[in-house]
């Protein structure tokens, strides 16, 4: 039989590590170099173990071990309060990613409003549509 510190021994280890993991975590953040460069090469391998995931079901089967219930009260008692953090954090981000958004819609020509709703929707939001789609691409 092999032996272990058991349940309580390691929850308690666990959480005495808690006050120290944001130091160590910001330490391991700026210690890293290349980041996104080895990301964008290791694609093909990202790919392939998503594919193998998909095959073995593994989010299905971790979903399977919540429920609706557990997600809704940790996204109320946990994620509501880091949510505006969050959001202030990344003002500029969004700035960003939206002026993107705007000007593409901007620079959408429409024709004008006719009494047609349907020739409406195929010329006017249609072209909106797809600014906004080949801009994703």
């Known amino acids: 039989m092999v032996k272990t510190k ?8 666990w959480e005495s590590a808690i006050g120290g993991v944001p130091e160590k975590y910001k330490a391991g953040v ?10 964008i ?5 990202y790919a392939e173990r998503v594919q193998q995931a998909i095959s073995a079901q593994s989010r299905v089967k971790g979903l399977q071990k919540t429920s609706t219930a557990e997600w809704k009260q940790k996204a ?7 949510i505006a953090t969050g959001m202030n954090e990344s003002k500029d981000k969004f700035a ?17 409003r006719t009494a047609d709703p349907m020739a409406n929707v195929d010329n006017r939001v249609k072209p909106i549509v797809a600014a906004l789609a080949n801009l994703k691409r």
């Open 30 to 39: 700026q210690g890293a170099d290349g980041v996104i460069e080895k990301a």
């Open 76 to 82: 109320v008692n946990k994620g509501a309060s880091r």
């Open 41 to 45: 090469a290791a694609e093909s391998l």
């Open 96 to 112: 960003r990613g939206m002026s993107e958004v705007i000007s593409t819609i901007e620079s959408v020509q429409i024709s004008d």
């Open 6 to 13: 058991g349940l309580e021994m390691t929850r308690k280890n």
